[in-house]
Protein backbone atom coordinates (compact mmCIF):
# COMPACT_ATOMS: atom_id res chain seq x y z
CA UNK A 1 0.00 0.00 0.00
CA UNK A 2 0.91 3.41 -1.34
CA UNK A 3 0.39 6.17 1.92
CA UNK A 4 1.06 9.80 1.16
CA UNK A 5 0.13 13.13 -0.67
CA UNK A 6 -1.47 12.15 -3.93
CA UNK A 7 -1.85 14.68 -7.17
CA UNK A 8 -5.63 14.53 -8.20
CA UNK A 9 -4.36 13.97 -11.84
CA UNK A 10 -3.37 10.51 -10.12
CA UNK A 11 -6.01 10.28 -7.37
CA UNK A 12 -8.75 8.34 -9.15
CA UNK A 13 -10.05 5.10 -6.69
CA UNK A 14 -7.63 6.00 -4.10
CA UNK A 15 -8.72 5.90 -0.64
CA UNK A 16 -9.25 9.26 1.16
CA UNK A 17 -7.20 9.91 4.80
CA UNK A 18 -8.63 12.49 6.00
CA UNK A 19 -12.42 14.11 5.71
CA UNK A 20 -12.41 16.92 3.62
CA UNK A 21 -15.06 19.92 2.70
CA UNK A 22 -15.57 20.46 -0.70
CA UNK A 23 -18.63 23.19 -1.16
CA UNK A 24 -21.44 22.03 0.70
CA UNK A 25 -20.54 18.43 1.04
CA UNK A 26 -18.12 16.83 3.21
CA UNK A 27 -15.74 13.64 1.25
CA UNK A 28 -15.47 10.83 4.03
CA UNK A 29 -12.44 9.53 5.40
CA UNK A 30 -12.09 5.92 3.72
CA UNK A 31 -14.05 6.90 0.65
CA UNK A 32 -12.36 5.88 -2.91
CA UNK A 33 -12.53 8.85 -4.55
CA UNK A 34 -14.87 8.89 -8.09
CA UNK A 35 -14.36 11.37 -11.17
CA UNK A 36 -17.19 13.70 -9.75
CA UNK A 37 -14.97 13.46 -6.28
CA UNK A 38 -12.08 15.04 -8.22
CA UNK A 39 -13.84 16.92 -9.77
CA UNK A 40 -15.23 19.00 -6.55
CA UNK A 41 -11.89 18.38 -4.98
CA UNK A 42 -10.47 20.65 -8.30
CA UNK A 43 -13.28 23.08 -7.79
CA UNK A 44 -12.81 24.06 -4.30
CA UNK A 45 -9.03 25.00 -4.95
CA UNK A 46 -7.29 21.28 -3.82
CA UNK A 47 -4.30 20.10 -6.09
CA UNK A 48 -3.96 16.60 -3.97
CA UNK A 49 -4.92 14.67 -1.23
CA UNK A 50 -3.48 12.44 1.46
CA UNK A 51 -4.66 8.87 0.94
CA UNK A 52 -3.84 5.45 0.00
CA UNK A 53 -3.37 3.51 -2.74
CA UNK A 54 -3.54 -0.40 -2.17
CA UNK A 55 -0.76 -2.90 -4.07
CA UNK A 56 -2.09 -5.88 -5.70
CA UNK A 57 -1.98 -8.09 -2.68
CA UNK A 58 -3.42 -5.88 -0.36
CA UNK A 59 -7.04 -6.88 0.83
CA UNK A 60 -8.97 -3.54 1.78
CA UNK A 61 -9.57 -2.73 5.34
CA UNK A 62 -13.45 -4.14 5.72
CA UNK A 63 -12.93 -7.05 3.64
CA UNK A 64 -9.53 -7.88 5.98
CA UNK A 65 -11.75 -7.01 9.59
CA UNK A 66 -14.50 -9.51 8.18
CA UNK A 67 -12.04 -12.17 7.37
CA UNK A 68 -10.06 -11.74 11.01
CA UNK A 69 -13.64 -11.62 12.71
CA UNK A 70 -15.04 -15.05 11.07
CA UNK A 71 -11.54 -16.79 12.01
CA UNK A 72 -11.83 -15.41 16.17
CA UNK A 73 -15.82 -15.71 16.06
CA UNK A 74 -16.50 -19.38 17.31
CA UNK A 75 -19.68 -20.95 18.97
CA UNK A 76 -22.49 -19.16 20.06
CA UNK A 77 -21.54 -15.64 18.59
CA UNK A 78 -22.23 -13.69 15.44
CA UNK A 79 -19.84 -11.19 13.58
CA UNK A 80 -21.90 -7.64 12.67
CA UNK A 81 -20.64 -6.49 8.98
CA UNK A 82 -18.07 -4.97 8.84
CA UNK A 83 -17.30 -1.09 8.20
CA UNK A 84 -14.54 1.51 8.72
CA UNK A 85 -11.94 -1.80 9.39
CA UNK A 86 -14.08 -2.64 12.35
CA UNK A 87 -15.77 -5.88 12.77
CA UNK A 88 -17.64 -6.49 15.98
CA UNK A 89 -18.79 -9.99 17.60
CA UNK A 90 -21.54 -10.48 19.77
CA UNK A 91 -23.22 -12.71 21.69
CA UNK A 92 -26.12 -14.73 20.57
CA UNK A 93 -26.77 -16.33 24.09
CA UNK A 94 -26.78 -15.50 27.53
CA UNK A 95 -23.77 -17.37 28.93
CA UNK A 96 -20.10 -17.10 29.73
CA UNK A 97 -17.49 -15.79 27.35
CA UNK A 98 -14.89 -17.97 26.73
CA UNK A 99 -11.46 -16.32 25.69
CA UNK A 100 -8.84 -18.32 24.61
CA UNK A 101 -5.67 -15.72 26.02
CA UNK A 102 -2.77 -16.95 24.13
CA UNK A 103 -4.37 -17.25 21.04
CA UNK A 104 -5.54 -13.43 21.16
CA UNK A 105 -1.74 -12.36 22.11
CA UNK A 106 -0.39 -14.54 19.32
CA UNK A 107 -3.07 -12.61 17.18
CA UNK A 108 -2.26 -8.94 18.37
CA UNK A 109 1.75 -9.65 18.10
CA UNK A 110 1.18 -10.82 14.41
CA UNK A 111 1.32 -7.87 12.91
CA UNK A 112 0.41 -3.99 14.02
CA UNK A 113 -2.17 -3.51 11.39
CA UNK A 114 -4.50 -5.74 13.03
CA UNK A 115 -5.99 -5.98 16.89
CA UNK A 116 -8.52 -7.75 18.49
CA UNK A 117 -10.04 -6.27 21.80
CA UNK A 118 -11.94 -9.26 24.04
CA UNK A 119 -13.81 -8.74 27.43
CA UNK A 120 -12.54 -10.48 30.04
CA UNK A 121 -12.43 -14.08 30.10
CA UNK A 122 -15.68 -15.80 31.84
CA UNK A 123 -17.43 -12.48 31.90
CA UNK A 124 -20.98 -12.85 31.80
CA UNK A 125 -22.97 -11.90 29.45
CA UNK A 126 -26.45 -11.64 27.69
CA UNK A 127 -27.56 -12.37 24.35
CA UNK A 128 -26.30 -9.15 21.44
CA UNK A 129 -24.06 -7.75 24.35
CA UNK A 130 -20.67 -7.18 22.35
CA UNK A 131 -17.53 -9.73 23.12
CA UNK A 132 -14.74 -8.37 20.72
CA UNK A 133 -14.17 -6.04 18.19
CA UNK A 134 -11.67 -6.41 15.18
CA UNK A 135 -9.93 -3.17 14.44
CA UNK A 136 -7.88 -2.81 11.09
CA UNK A 137 -4.81 0.25 12.00
CA UNK A 138 -4.31 0.99 8.04
CA UNK A 139 -6.77 0.95 4.62
CA UNK A 140 -5.42 -2.66 3.72
CA UNK A 141 -3.22 -5.35 5.21
CA UNK A 142 -1.49 -7.49 3.30
CA UNK A 143 -2.76 -11.14 1.61
CA UNK A 144 0.38 -12.54 3.33
CA UNK A 145 -0.22 -11.03 6.74
CA UNK A 146 -3.75 -12.67 6.73
CA UNK A 147 -2.83 -16.23 5.96
CA UNK A 148 -0.01 -16.13 8.70
CA UNK A 149 -3.04 -14.84 11.17
CA UNK A 150 -5.17 -17.89 9.85
CA UNK A 151 -2.70 -20.11 11.27
CA UNK A 152 -2.32 -18.44 14.52
CA UNK A 153 -5.78 -18.52 15.57
CA UNK A 154 -9.40 -20.08 15.27
CA UNK A 155 -12.22 -19.50 17.30
CA UNK A 156 -10.13 -17.47 20.20
CA UNK A 157 -13.77 -15.59 21.34
CA UNK A 158 -17.04 -18.34 22.09
CA UNK A 159 -19.61 -18.36 24.32
CA UNK A 160 -20.36 -21.35 27.07
CA UNK A 161 -24.70 -20.76 27.29
CA UNK A 162 -25.69 -21.09 30.95
CA UNK A 163 -28.16 -24.17 31.37
CA UNK A 164 -30.89 -24.65 33.54
CA UNK A 165 -30.01 -26.95 36.48
CA UNK A 166 -32.10 -28.49 38.92
CA UNK A 167 -30.36 -27.25 42.00
CA UNK A 168 -30.11 -28.99 45.34
CA UNK A 169 -29.43 -26.37 48.59
CA UNK A 170 -28.22 -27.54 51.99
CA UNK A 171 -28.41 -25.20 54.97
CA UNK A 172 -26.95 -26.03 58.17
CA UNK A 173 -28.17 -24.78 61.60
CA UNK A 174 -27.37 -24.72 65.74
CA UNK A 175 -29.68 -24.80 67.95
CA UNK A 176 -30.20 -21.23 67.98
CA UNK A 177 -30.28 -20.28 64.90
CA UNK A 178 -33.19 -18.38 63.62
CA UNK A 179 -35.40 -19.15 61.11
CA UNK A 180 -35.23 -15.88 59.59
CA UNK A 181 -31.51 -16.43 58.89
CA UNK A 182 -31.94 -19.59 57.20
CA UNK A 183 -34.63 -18.04 55.04
CA UNK A 184 -32.50 -15.07 54.30
CA UNK A 185 -29.81 -17.25 52.87
CA UNK A 186 -31.98 -19.67 50.60
CA UNK A 187 -33.62 -16.40 49.12
CA UNK A 188 -30.42 -14.82 48.49
CA UNK A 189 -29.20 -18.51 46.37
CA UNK A 190 -32.83 -18.84 44.97
CA UNK A 191 -32.95 -15.03 43.76
CA UNK A 192 -28.81 -15.63 42.08
CA UNK A 193 -30.02 -18.71 40.24
CA UNK A 194 -33.59 -17.53 39.43
CA UNK A 195 -31.49 -14.44 37.47
CA UNK A 196 -29.20 -17.73 35.74
CA UNK A 197 -32.42 -19.56 34.88
CA UNK A 198 -32.14 -21.98 37.07
CA UNK A 199 -34.06 -22.81 40.57
CA UNK A 200 -33.92 -24.96 43.79
CA UNK A 201 -35.24 -28.20 43.61
CA UNK A 202 -35.19 -29.17 46.93
CA UNK A 203 -33.53 -27.83 50.41
CA UNK A 204 -32.23 -29.72 53.15
CA UNK A 205 -31.84 -28.09 56.72
CA UNK A 206 -29.92 -29.53 59.17
CA UNK A 207 -27.56 -29.87 62.55
CA UNK A 208 -24.24 -28.82 61.44
CA UNK A 209 -22.35 -31.63 62.06
CA UNK A 210 -20.29 -34.00 59.88
CA UNK A 211 -22.79 -37.04 59.65
CA UNK A 212 -25.63 -34.68 58.64
CA UNK A 213 -24.10 -33.07 56.32
CA UNK A 214 -23.10 -36.18 54.35
CA UNK A 215 -26.18 -37.67 54.80
CA UNK A 216 -28.25 -34.76 53.15
CA UNK A 217 -25.59 -34.65 50.25
CA UNK A 218 -26.53 -38.24 49.23
CA UNK A 219 -29.72 -37.68 49.47
CA UNK A 220 -29.86 -35.01 47.32
CA UNK A 221 -27.87 -37.32 44.75
CA UNK A 222 -30.15 -39.55 44.92
CA UNK A 223 -32.45 -37.06 43.07
CA UNK A 224 -29.89 -36.57 40.84
CA UNK A 225 -29.67 -32.84 41.29
CA UNK A 226 -26.92 -30.56 40.40
CA UNK A 227 -25.03 -28.81 41.55
CA UNK A 228 -25.20 -29.35 45.19
CA UNK A 229 -24.89 -25.85 47.67
CA UNK A 230 -23.79 -26.18 51.45
CA UNK A 231 -24.72 -22.89 53.21
CA UNK A 232 -23.19 -23.12 56.68
CA UNK A 233 -24.04 -22.19 60.23
CA UNK A 234 -20.18 -21.11 60.82
CA UNK A 235 -17.52 -20.33 58.29
CA UNK A 236 -15.59 -22.60 56.58
CA UNK A 237 -11.99 -22.62 57.91
CA UNK A 238 -10.52 -25.75 57.62
CA UNK A 239 -10.65 -28.96 55.65
CA UNK A 240 -11.82 -30.92 58.62
CA UNK A 241 -14.16 -28.50 59.15
CA UNK A 242 -17.80 -30.20 59.46
CA UNK A 243 -18.84 -29.15 55.65
CA UNK A 244 -15.32 -30.71 54.04
CA UNK A 245 -15.46 -33.31 56.60
CA UNK A 246 -19.05 -34.34 55.46
CA UNK A 247 -18.75 -34.03 52.32
CA UNK A 248 -15.76 -36.36 52.24
CA UNK A 249 -17.73 -39.02 54.45
CA UNK A 250 -20.38 -39.00 51.62
CA UNK A 251 -17.61 -40.50 49.59
CA UNK A 252 -16.67 -36.98 48.11
CA UNK A 253 -13.25 -35.19 47.28
CA UNK A 254 -12.06 -31.98 48.31
CA UNK A 255 -10.82 -29.77 45.15
CA UNK A 256 -10.46 -26.44 46.49
CA UNK A 257 -10.64 -25.01 50.61
CA UNK A 258 -10.57 -20.54 50.04
CA UNK A 259 -9.78 -18.38 46.89
CA UNK A 260 -7.67 -15.43 46.49
CA UNK A 261 -11.21 -13.28 45.99
CA UNK A 262 -12.69 -10.77 48.25
CA UNK A 263 -15.67 -11.12 49.63
CA UNK A 264 -15.39 -15.03 48.74
CA UNK A 265 -12.30 -15.97 50.28
CA UNK A 266 -14.03 -18.86 52.85
CA UNK A 267 -15.30 -21.01 49.57
CA UNK A 268 -15.36 -24.85 49.34
CA UNK A 269 -15.36 -26.55 46.03
CA UNK A 270 -15.78 -29.95 46.00
CA UNK A 271 -16.65 -32.65 43.58
CA UNK A 272 -18.94 -36.47 44.51
CA UNK A 273 -18.58 -38.36 41.32
CA UNK A 274 -19.66 -35.60 38.57
CA UNK A 275 -21.23 -33.65 40.65
CA UNK A 276 -20.16 -30.25 42.16
CA UNK A 277 -20.64 -29.77 45.65
CA UNK A 278 -19.89 -25.85 47.21
CA UNK A 279 -19.71 -24.82 50.34
CA UNK A 280 -20.85 -20.88 50.30
CA UNK A 281 -18.67 -18.27 51.66
CA UNK A 282 -21.03 -16.19 54.86
CA UNK A 283 -20.78 -13.44 52.44
CA UNK A 284 -23.16 -15.06 49.38
CA UNK A 285 -26.20 -14.01 52.13
CA UNK A 286 -26.04 -10.37 50.56
CA UNK A 287 -26.56 -10.35 46.61
CA UNK A 288 -23.62 -8.24 45.89
CA UNK A 289 -20.66 -9.62 43.65
CA UNK A 290 -18.46 -12.41 45.41
CA UNK A 291 -16.26 -15.43 44.53
CA UNK A 292 -19.33 -17.49 44.53
CA UNK A 293 -20.69 -15.35 41.58
CA UNK A 294 -17.68 -16.63 39.63
CA UNK A 295 -17.58 -20.21 40.52
CA UNK A 296 -21.30 -20.65 40.32
CA UNK A 297 -21.56 -19.04 36.93
CA UNK A 298 -18.87 -21.55 35.27
CA UNK A 299 -20.47 -24.16 37.10
CA UNK A 300 -23.64 -23.84 35.57
CA UNK A 301 -22.49 -23.18 31.94
CA UNK A 302 -20.41 -26.40 32.29
CA UNK A 303 -17.12 -24.67 32.44
CA UNK A 304 -14.41 -26.31 34.28
CA UNK A 305 -13.04 -25.29 37.54
CA UNK A 306 -9.66 -26.71 39.00
CA UNK A 307 -7.82 -25.60 41.90
CA UNK A 308 -5.66 -23.88 39.76
CA UNK A 309 -8.07 -22.05 37.68
CA UNK A 310 -9.27 -20.97 41.51
CA UNK A 311 -5.96 -19.82 42.69
CA UNK A 312 -5.60 -17.73 39.27
CA UNK A 313 -8.93 -15.36 40.11
CA UNK A 314 -6.76 -13.36 42.67
CA UNK A 315 -5.56 -11.00 39.19
CA UNK A 316 -9.11 -9.07 39.66
CA UNK A 317 -10.58 -10.72 42.85
CA UNK A 318 -10.59 -7.12 44.97
CA UNK A 319 -14.44 -6.98 44.63
CA UNK A 320 -15.13 -5.00 46.99
CA UNK A 321 -13.60 -2.24 49.51
CA UNK A 322 -13.28 -2.44 53.01
CA UNK A 323 -12.56 -0.08 55.65
CA UNK A 324 -9.15 -1.07 55.84
CA UNK A 325 -8.59 -0.54 52.25
CA UNK A 326 -11.01 2.37 51.17
CA UNK A 327 -11.06 2.92 47.39
CA UNK A 328 -12.31 5.97 45.45
CA UNK A 329 -14.39 3.45 43.27
CA UNK A 330 -17.73 3.79 44.69
CA UNK A 331 -20.75 5.03 42.69
CA UNK A 332 -19.45 3.85 39.36
CA UNK A 333 -21.19 1.82 37.53
CA UNK A 334 -20.40 -0.44 34.39
CA UNK A 335 -21.89 0.13 31.08
CA UNK A 336 -21.71 -2.88 28.53
CA UNK A 337 -21.58 -2.71 24.93
CA UNK A 338 -24.81 -4.21 22.75
CA UNK A 339 -25.83 -3.96 19.04
CA UNK A 340 -27.85 -1.20 18.59
CA UNK A 341 -31.60 -2.02 18.38
CA UNK A 342 -32.33 -1.03 15.20
CA UNK A 343 -36.14 -1.29 13.83
CA UNK A 344 -37.58 -1.85 9.85
CA UNK A 345 -40.56 0.47 8.91
CA UNK A 346 -42.19 -0.41 6.04
CA UNK A 347 -43.89 2.11 4.11
CA UNK A 348 -47.06 0.10 2.03
CA UNK A 349 -50.43 2.88 2.74
CA UNK A 350 -50.11 4.38 -0.50
CA UNK A 351 -53.29 4.67 -2.93
CA UNK A 352 -50.56 3.40 -5.81
CA UNK A 353 -52.19 5.97 -8.58
CA UNK A 354 -49.10 5.83 -10.91
CA UNK A 355 -50.09 1.96 -11.79
CA UNK A 356 -53.22 2.34 -12.88
CA UNK A 357 -55.93 -0.35 -11.16
CA UNK A 358 -53.35 -2.40 -10.12
CA UNK A 359 -51.95 -2.14 -6.17
CA UNK A 360 -48.48 -1.95 -7.31
CA UNK A 361 -47.66 -3.51 -3.57
CA UNK A 362 -49.66 -6.73 -4.93
CA UNK A 363 -48.31 -6.85 -8.14
CA UNK A 364 -46.75 -11.01 -7.97
CA UNK A 365 -43.24 -11.18 -9.07
CA UNK A 366 -41.89 -15.00 -9.33
CA UNK A 367 -45.03 -15.69 -7.16
CA UNK A 368 -44.66 -13.22 -4.39
CA UNK A 369 -46.23 -9.89 -3.63
CA UNK A 370 -43.98 -7.30 -4.01
CA UNK A 371 -44.99 -5.89 -0.67
CA UNK A 372 -44.02 -9.60 0.58
CA UNK A 373 -40.64 -9.60 -1.10
CA UNK A 374 -39.92 -6.37 0.60
CA UNK A 375 -41.22 -7.16 4.06
CA UNK A 376 -39.10 -10.61 3.51
CA UNK A 377 -35.69 -8.82 3.04
CA UNK A 378 -36.42 -6.91 6.21
CA UNK A 379 -36.83 -10.04 8.18
CA UNK A 380 -33.80 -11.54 6.76
CA UNK A 381 -31.88 -8.65 8.14
CA UNK A 382 -30.96 -8.04 11.78
CA UNK A 383 -33.24 -5.00 12.37
CA UNK A 384 -35.70 -6.27 14.70
CA UNK A 385 -38.88 -5.60 15.04
CA UNK A 386 -40.48 -5.00 11.27
CA UNK A 387 -43.43 -2.98 11.47
CA UNK A 388 -45.49 -2.42 8.39
CA UNK A 389 -48.02 0.42 7.93
CA UNK A 390 -50.84 -0.22 5.62
CA UNK A 391 -53.74 1.91 4.24
CA UNK A 392 -54.73 1.53 0.56
CA UNK A 393 -56.42 -1.84 0.35
CA UNK A 394 -54.98 -2.53 3.44
CA UNK A 395 -56.66 -5.70 4.05
CA UNK A 396 -55.32 -7.20 0.97
CA UNK A 397 -51.82 -5.83 2.32
CA UNK A 398 -52.26 -7.74 5.06
CA UNK A 399 -52.88 -10.85 3.13
CA UNK A 400 -50.32 -10.78 1.42
CA UNK A 401 -48.60 -10.51 4.67
CA UNK A 402 -49.74 -13.44 6.25
CA UNK A 403 -47.88 -15.75 8.57
CA UNK A 404 -44.60 -13.49 8.52
CA UNK A 405 -43.69 -12.23 12.48
CA UNK A 406 -44.16 -8.10 12.01
CA UNK A 407 -46.81 -5.66 13.40
CA UNK A 408 -49.09 -4.12 10.85
CA UNK A 409 -49.88 -0.71 12.03
CA UNK A 410 -52.86 0.90 10.67
CA UNK A 411 -52.47 4.07 9.03
CA UNK A 412 -57.06 5.28 8.26
CA UNK A 413 -54.75 9.00 6.81
CA UNK A 414 -53.11 7.28 4.22
CA UNK A 415 -54.45 9.70 1.67
CA UNK A 416 -53.38 12.81 2.68
CA UNK A 417 -50.03 11.21 1.90
CA UNK A 418 -46.57 9.95 3.00
CA UNK A 419 -46.18 11.39 5.50
CA UNK A 420 -48.80 10.22 7.53
CA UNK A 421 -47.45 6.84 7.17
CA UNK A 422 -44.36 8.21 8.91
CA UNK A 423 -45.79 9.75 11.49
CA UNK A 424 -48.37 6.16 12.22
CA UNK A 425 -45.06 3.84 11.98
CA UNK A 426 -42.80 6.18 13.95
CA UNK A 427 -45.57 6.29 17.03
CA UNK A 428 -45.80 2.46 16.93
CA UNK A 429 -41.50 1.90 17.19
CA UNK A 430 -41.06 0.60 20.83
CA UNK A 431 -38.82 2.76 23.13
CA UNK A 432 -35.99 0.73 23.42
CA UNK A 433 -36.01 1.13 19.64
CA UNK A 434 -32.66 3.44 18.92
CA UNK A 435 -32.99 3.65 15.24
CA UNK A 436 -35.12 2.60 12.19
CA UNK A 437 -34.97 1.98 9.01
CA UNK A 438 -37.42 3.69 6.45
CA UNK A 439 -38.30 1.57 3.79
CA UNK A 440 -40.85 2.05 0.72
CA UNK A 441 -42.90 -1.29 0.18
CA UNK A 442 -42.71 -0.62 -3.81
CA UNK A 443 -38.22 -1.86 -3.76
CA UNK A 444 -38.27 -5.28 -3.84
CA UNK A 445 -34.73 -5.39 -5.25
CA UNK A 446 -33.34 -4.45 -2.27
CA UNK A 447 -31.16 -7.09 -0.29
CA UNK A 448 -30.40 -7.98 3.25
CA UNK A 449 -27.12 -7.58 3.12
CA UNK A 450 -26.93 -3.79 2.40
CA UNK A 451 -29.27 -3.37 5.40
CA UNK A 452 -26.66 -5.50 7.49
CA UNK A 453 -24.01 -3.24 6.28
CA UNK A 454 -26.07 0.43 6.91
CA UNK A 455 -26.26 -0.97 10.84
CA UNK A 456 -22.57 -2.02 10.94
CA UNK A 457 -22.21 1.58 10.42
CA UNK A 458 -24.45 3.29 12.30
CA UNK A 459 -23.41 4.74 15.43
CA UNK A 460 -24.60 7.73 16.82
CA UNK A 461 -22.11 8.02 19.70
CA UNK A 462 -19.57 8.56 17.06
CA UNK A 463 -21.91 10.88 15.34
CA UNK A 464 -23.40 8.84 12.20
CA UNK A 465 -26.92 8.97 13.12
CA UNK A 466 -28.20 8.94 9.12
CA UNK A 467 -26.83 6.31 6.82
CA UNK A 468 -27.97 5.88 3.55
CA UNK A 469 -26.91 3.94 0.60
CA UNK A 470 -25.09 5.33 -2.65
CA UNK A 471 -24.86 4.26 -6.27
CA UNK A 472 -23.72 6.22 -9.43
CA UNK A 473 -23.24 9.22 -7.06
CA UNK A 474 -26.76 9.32 -6.27
CA UNK A 475 -28.47 8.71 -2.87
CA UNK A 476 -31.55 5.98 -2.61
CA UNK A 477 -33.28 3.90 -0.23
CA UNK A 478 -33.76 2.63 2.82
CA UNK A 479 -32.76 5.50 4.78
CA UNK A 480 -31.46 4.25 8.79
CA UNK A 481 -32.09 7.52 11.46
CA UNK A 482 -31.16 7.60 15.00
CA UNK A 483 -34.18 8.03 17.25
CA UNK A 484 -32.31 11.81 18.14
CA UNK A 485 -34.71 12.55 14.74
CA UNK A 486 -37.46 10.54 15.34
CA UNK A 487 -39.47 13.78 16.32
CA UNK A 488 -38.61 16.03 13.59
CA UNK A 489 -39.30 13.06 10.81
CA UNK A 490 -42.97 13.29 12.73
CA UNK A 491 -43.23 16.64 12.49
CA UNK A 492 -43.18 16.77 8.10
CA UNK A 493 -46.49 17.07 6.30
CA UNK A 494 -47.84 16.26 3.17
CA UNK A 495 -46.78 13.82 0.63
CA UNK A 496 -43.07 14.11 1.54
CA UNK A 497 -40.33 11.99 3.70
CA UNK A 498 -38.09 13.42 5.75
CA UNK A 499 -34.96 13.84 3.50
CA UNK A 500 -35.07 17.42 4.03
CA UNK A 501 -33.09 16.50 7.44
CA UNK A 502 -30.26 15.26 5.63
CA UNK A 503 -28.75 18.70 4.36
CA UNK A 504 -29.39 19.91 8.20
CA UNK A 505 -27.46 16.87 9.48
CA UNK A 506 -25.02 16.82 6.69
CA UNK A 507 -21.78 16.08 8.83
CA UNK A 508 -23.83 12.95 10.33
CA UNK A 509 -24.50 11.27 7.36
CA UNK A 510 -23.07 8.01 6.11
CA UNK A 511 -22.73 6.84 2.52
CA UNK A 512 -22.60 3.05 1.80
CA UNK A 513 -22.02 2.01 -1.44
CA UNK A 514 -24.93 -0.02 -3.32
CA UNK A 515 -26.15 -1.24 -6.43
CA UNK A 516 -28.72 0.80 -8.47
CA UNK A 517 -31.92 -1.41 -6.83
CA UNK A 518 -31.55 1.07 -4.42
CA UNK A 519 -33.25 3.31 -7.23
CA UNK A 520 -35.45 0.96 -9.00
CA UNK A 521 -39.27 1.60 -7.09
CA UNK A 522 -41.95 0.59 -8.97
CA UNK A 523 -43.98 2.77 -9.44
CA UNK A 524 -45.79 2.76 -13.24
CA UNK A 525 -46.80 -0.44 -15.72
CA UNK A 526 -43.32 -0.10 -17.56
CA UNK A 527 -41.18 -1.05 -14.06
CA UNK A 528 -43.31 -3.56 -13.12
CA UNK A 529 -42.73 -5.04 -16.56
CA UNK A 530 -38.93 -4.14 -16.76
CA UNK A 531 -38.61 -5.80 -12.85
CA UNK A 532 -40.35 -8.71 -14.31
CA UNK A 533 -38.19 -8.99 -17.12
CA UNK A 534 -34.81 -8.47 -14.64
CA UNK A 535 -36.15 -11.28 -12.40
CA UNK A 536 -37.07 -13.86 -15.35
CA UNK A 537 -33.59 -13.72 -16.77
Same mark, same amino acid.
Do not use: Y
Given at each position: ?477 ? #? ?29 ? #? ?27
Amino acid at each position: MHFGSISLDDALGIILAHSTRVGDRTLKKGRALTVADIARLRAAGHAAVIGARLAADDVAEDAAAARIAAMVAGAGTRVAAAFTGRANIFATVDGLALIDAAALARLNGLDESITLATVAANTRVTAGQMLATVKIIPFAVPEAVLARAAETTSGIVAMAPIHPHRVGLILTAFAGTKPQVLARRRDAVATRLAALGCSIEATRTVAHTTAAVGDAILDLMAQKLSPILIFAASAIVDRADVIPAGLVAAGGAIERLGMPVDPGNLLLLGRLGDTPVIGLPSCAASLKLNGFDWVLERTLAGVAITSADIAGMGLGGLLQEIDSRPQPRLGVQTRTRHAPAIAALVLAAGRSTRMGPENKLLASIGGTPIVRRVVETAMASSARPVHVVVGHQAERVRAALSGLDVVVVDNPHFAAGLSTSLKAGLASLPATVGGTFVMLGDMPEIDAGLIDRMIAAFAPTDGRTIVLPIAGGKRGNP #VLWARAHFSAMAAVSGDTGARHLLGLHADEV #VEIAADISIHADIDTPAALAALRSRQSS
